[in-house]
């Protein structure tokens, strides 16, 4: 059985960046970024019809950064040349995180993606959620 896993953000202080501090003011650039998420597994109940939860914070690497977009005017329809890509992983790796507050829960353990490198590219439907910036 497949339980959905519900994760919510919470942003970490300013990152580190191979070593250097980025300011994230001026960066023109895609980076790897450290976030904090928390996860939160389905409550389910135990065989004395008890409540269990299972939630936890879980550290990944993700991108962040910003890239150089670009519209032109066209005489057809839409009426413009779009150029937006986005700053997306060109890597990943996959690992499994135990949470921390799950008592008396089964399987107190998500899979996590964590990014290996990152750059400015199209998003790719296959493996990213591009709502809008395909068309």
């Known amino acids: 059985m497949v339980m959905p896993l519900v994760l919510s953000l919470a942003?970490?202080?300013p990152p580190l960046c191979h070593a250097?501090?980025?300011?994230p003011r001026?960066?023109?650039?895609?980076?790897?970024r450290s976030y904090t998420f928390r996860a939160t597994k389905p409550p389910i109940v135990n065989e004395n019809g008890d409540p269990v939860t299972c939630q936890g914070d879980v550290r990944v690497s993700s991108c962040w950064g910003r890239c150089d977009s670009?519209?032109?005017g066209d005489y057809k329809m839409?009426?413009?040349i779009s150029n937006h890509p986005v700053c997306t992983y060109t890597g990943r790796v996959s690992r499994t995180v135990r949470l921390s507050q799950c008592a008396g829960y089964p399987d107190p353990t998500v899979q996590v993606f964590d990014?290996?490198?990152c750059a400015?590219?199209?998003c790719n439907s296959e493996t990213?959620?591009?709502e809008k910036l395909n068309g």
């Open 20 to 23: 250097t501090l980025v300011d």
């Open 26 to 32: 001026t960066t023109l650039q895609c980076h790897v």
């Open 115 to 117: 990014a290996t490198g």
């Open 78 to 80: 839409p009426f413009k």
């Open 11 to 13: 942003l970490t202080p």
């Open 120 to 122: 400015c590219q199209f």
């Open 128 to 130: 990213q959620l591009c």
């Open 70 to 72: 670009s519209e032109i």
